[in-house]
């Protein structure tokens, strides 16, 4: 059973930027692929980034079309802590954060993910 612990979300004005970390209870962590959902009020749950593992133990990143190029998903295998770096963010980007973790490959489909944090809340005020 993994648990995630994922913290971070506050309010910032836009253009700011924020680091959100998800903090994971397995220590196979490694071998799992690790995403953050978002979810706005009224909206469905929608994907962000993903920071996944190829068969070769290789690690590679995919991000929704909304944030690319201004967040960044990153790993520290030894703190089992998974990072969204958001830059240049915009009052849309205003939703629960959620990461989620999934043995084996990638997905861009919330149902796919076995494990899911509490969530935190990030508010961009414009």
């Known amino acids: 059973q993994v648990q995630l612990v994922d913290t971070g979300g506050r309010l910032v004005q836009a253009g700011a930027s924020l680091r959100l970390s998800c903090t994971a209870s397995e220590r196979t962590f490694g071998r799992h692929a690790m995403a953050w959902f978002r979810q706005a009020p009224g909206k469905e749950r929608e994907f962000a980034a993903v920071l996944g593992v190829s068969a070769t133990n290789a690690y590679y990143t995919s991000y929704a079309d909304s944030v690319k190029g201004r967040f960044t998903v990153t790993r520290d295998n030894a703190k089992n802590t998974v990072y969204l770096q958001m830059n240049s963010l915009k009052p849309e980007d205003t939703a629960v954060y959620y990461c989620?973790?999934?043995?084996?490959?990638?997905?861009?489909?919330?149902?796919?993910?076995?494990?899911w944090g509490q969530g935190t809340q990030v508010t961009v005020s414009s």
């Open positions: 989620a973790a999934k043995y084996g490959s990638s997905s861009s489909n919330p149902g796919d993910y076995a494990y």
